[in-house]
């Protein structure tokens, strides 16, 4: 020990006291303090979170009361997981568990209808209930547009629009069906001859559907390259437009590029609305809804508002469009499946058509040969039923909603009326899944003494503007193809599996072979 001291050198002093009392005031770190400042912030943050989570399910339990539904909600998502990839099955469990039921999503309280009566009580409630559709709804159709109007102010508005619905126009409308579905079915059999294995007609379907409603709405007013530009981007408005979907329009999300699907829709329809006007200014016949729609505004006689500009004429187009073009092509294509399905129900349509139109079916079909086919409506309506293109419409409580004697929906929640259970009420339609047109024949069946259970298109202030235009077209081209071609359905075992896409489609797309049919 003495040898380590001497080898230090002479030079290096001992620390005096004053040295050490310098040393004394140096700061050093508090490492215990810090550690326990970290912890409380920890602990706190983790009490915050705890609480917080604590309020959700207390919310939720207080709002839920004695509905059927899930004691607990999974936190902050609720059934978010469900809603991302929705099934018929899961919708069916839900309905099934009582007439109002109750679940959660992303803390948005949602009472969920079942019965006829509650459901027909939601959407006839102006007062406690509007159509809120989806989340995205307004982004991608924009706020202002008249969808979304309520009271009195949709109610005037709505009584304009209905002049685009009368049977004169749909008489012009009617023509422009005919010729549209016979360019597409030529192009159908043209394409099968080419490639005779079976195809998805999803997608084949929509875009006749899609050239349909653009020249009924906007006639020659749209150049040749429109539909196809507006039919190709449209896609990104229907998926963006599931009851469900990331909230914010962000770059590469569904509801960015439906917002960019619709710019470019409404871009068109606006020079549509525009031509339109310089048209009629020029004394020309009318040729599509805009033009009825301009010529209803000058007629002298006309008691309702005058001036529309461009951009509002062509959103009201845009939400027909929106109305018309998923749900329309739905119907459509369990139209094709059912009657492939069933042909002594093709059958007896095709008897039908011949005794109408006999050896007719180059000619142009018109509404008042449609008019005579009282079969083929039986059919559409039926069909309708059994798979109903949109299977519920989300309303938002705008205030307490008392639904029910012992249950008050609490204002801000959604509430969601089923229209797929009224439609399947085997009370009013026996053996409800099967498809029957005979049922619509008889005056004295159920299904016609009991009309509030229809809900294929909806009740009360909004339903459904165009109920006789799709029930129309559905009608012309089924007529047509029955008519013109022989289809057979090859049948998957996803065939009776339900996609929901903003409306209801097969899983497997409706698989068919076109050929030509032979007339003797």
Not at 41 to 61: D, F, G, K, P
Not at 87 to 97: A, F, I, L, P
Not at 207 to 216: F, K
């Amino acid at each position: 020990m003495a040898s380590m001291f001497n080898a230090i050198p002479a030079s290096v002093s001992m620390p005096t006291s004053a040295s050490l009392t310098q040393f004394s005031n140096i700061q050093l770190p508090h490492l215990l303090s810090s550690a326990s400042s970290a912890a409380t912030w920890t602990y706190t943050t983790v009490a915050i979170i705890l609480a917080l989570l604590a309020l959700e399910q207390s919310v939720y339990r207080y709002k839920k009361r004695h509905l059927p539904g899930d004691k607990w909600t999974i936190p902050i998502i609720g059934k978010f997981a469900d809603s991302m990839k929705p099934t018929m099955e899961g919708y069916m469990k839900q309905w099934n568990s009582g007439a109002l039921s109750a679940l959660s999503v992303f803390n948005i309280f949602i009472v969920m209808a079942s019965s006829t009566e509650y459901s027909r009580k939601i959407l006839n409630s102006p007062a406690h209930a509007e159509p809120c559709l989806v989340h995205s709804a307004k982004q991608v159709l924009l706020p202002d547009n008249w969808v979304f109007l309520t009271g009195k102010e949709h109610v005037a508005y709505r009584r304009g629009l209905n002049n685009l619905f009368t049977h004169k126009a749909l008489g012009l409308y009617f023509n422009i069906m005919d010729l549209i579905t016979r360019k597409h079915i030529k192009k159908w059999l043209a394409d099968a001859a080419a490639d005779p294995t079976e195809k998805s007609i999803m997608m084949t379907v929509r875009e006749l559907n899609m050239e349909t409603s653009l020249r009924v709405f906007c006639g020659s007013h749209l150049p040749d390259e429109a539909p196809r530009e507006i039919s190709d981007k449209y896609w990104a408005i229907t998926v963006a437009l599931e009851l469900v979907n990331f909230p914010l329009a962000l770059p590469g999300t569904k509801v960015y590029r439906a917002i960019q699907a619709r710019k470019v829709a409404l871009a068109w329809l606006e020079l549509a609305a525009k031509r339109s006007k310089e048209a009629m200014a020029q004394g020309k016949e009318p040729g599509c809804m805009l033009d009825e729609w301009v010529t209803l505004l000058s007629d002298p006689a006309y008691k309702g508002r005058r001036e529309f500009s461009d951009r509002e004429m062509a959103m009201v187009v845009f939400s027909f469009l929106f109305a018309s073009q998923d749900a329309m092509s739905s119907g459509l294509i369990y139209g094709f499946q059912h009657l492939a399905d069933h042909p002594d129900i093709l059958a007896k349509v095709r008897e039908e058509q011949n005794r109408v139109r006999p050896g007719q079916h180059d000619k142009p079909m018109t509404l008042e040969d449609l008019d005579q086919m009282p079969y083929l409506k039986a059919v559409v309506k039926e069909s309708l039923r059994v798979k109903p293109p949109v299977t519920m419409v989300p309303y938002l409580a705008t205030k307490p909603f008392p639904i029910s004697g012992d249950y008050t929906v609490p204002s801000g929640s959604m509430v969601i009326p089923s229209f797929y259970n009224a439609l399947h009420d085997p009370k009013v339609f026996p053996d409800p899944d099967t498809l029957l047109p005979e049922r619509w024949l008889d005056s004295e069946n159920p299904a016609n003494k009991n009309p509030q259970n229809y809900l294929v298109f909806g009740s009360g202030p909004h339903k459904c503007i165009g109920i006789e235009y799709a029930t129309m077209n559905i009608a012309v081209v089924l007529a047509l193809a029955s008519e013109l071609t022989e289809w057979e359905h090859v049948r998957t075992a996803r065939s009776d599996k339900v996609q929901i896409i903003a409306t209801i489609f097969p899983q497997d797309g409706c698989l068919l072979k076109f050929t030509p049919r032979q007339h003797a």
